[in-house]
């Protein structure tokens, strides 16, 4: 379920960080010859909402959702280096529209969808997570007649407490 909600959430608002951050960015550059440190603060959030999708413990879905979501966005531009018009014109503010065009025709987009695309196809990012174990009980060789009841456990260390043993019980180490 958070999965499915950081899927849907998180890649608009990571998109409007990268478009802003790159438009004014490239503005400063150009107008003033200077750094704009908010567009820079901007992509480096952007860039760890990027990591957060990509390589999280989240369910593959968001991942899955975002690259859905950066692939058709960055093939538009594609396209219509083919000719076709697919592109609507006007449908972002200002800054924005120049921050897509920017990266929509470097294929930044294209790109960011198929490192999403493929983070979201591994199978370990698909399997759920392992059922907590039972608590394991202590090994009383007095009580069991087998010789290894819980195979799956350590024997115990050198400096163990043994429970069993009350004589045992104020040593600092184990002796033999």
């Not at 390589?55 to 076709?84: C, D, F, H, M, N």
Request: proline share 11%.
């Amino acid at each position: 379920m958070l999965g499915l909600v950081a899927g849907l959430v998180l890649p608009p608002l990571i998109l409007l960080a990268l478009l802003y951050g790159t438009a004014e960015f490239t503005l400063s550059a150009q107008r003033y010859l200077a750094v704009s440190w908010t567009a820079l603060g901007v992509l480096l959030a952007a860039a760890a909402g990027l990591a957060v999708l990509a390589g999280s413990r989240l369910s593959p879905v968001a991942s899955l959702l975002g690259g859905l979501q950066y692939t058709v966005l960055g093939l538009l531009p594609i396209l219509e280096l083919t000719g076709l018009r697919v592109l609507p014109r006007d449908w972002l503010p200002r800054p924005l529209s120049a921050g897509y065009l920017n990266l929509g025709y470097l294929g930044f987009l294209l790109l960011l969808g198929v490192l999403l695309l493929v983070a979201s196809a591994f199978p370990a990012r698909w399997r759920g997570r392992p059922a907590p174990s039972a608590p394991s009980l202590p090994y009383h060789p007095e009580t069991s007649s087998s010789p290894q009841p819980y195979p799956d456990q350590q024997a115990p260390g050198p400096y163990a407490r043994e429970p069993w043993r009350s004589d045992d019980v104020t040593r600092p180490m184990r002796r033999d």
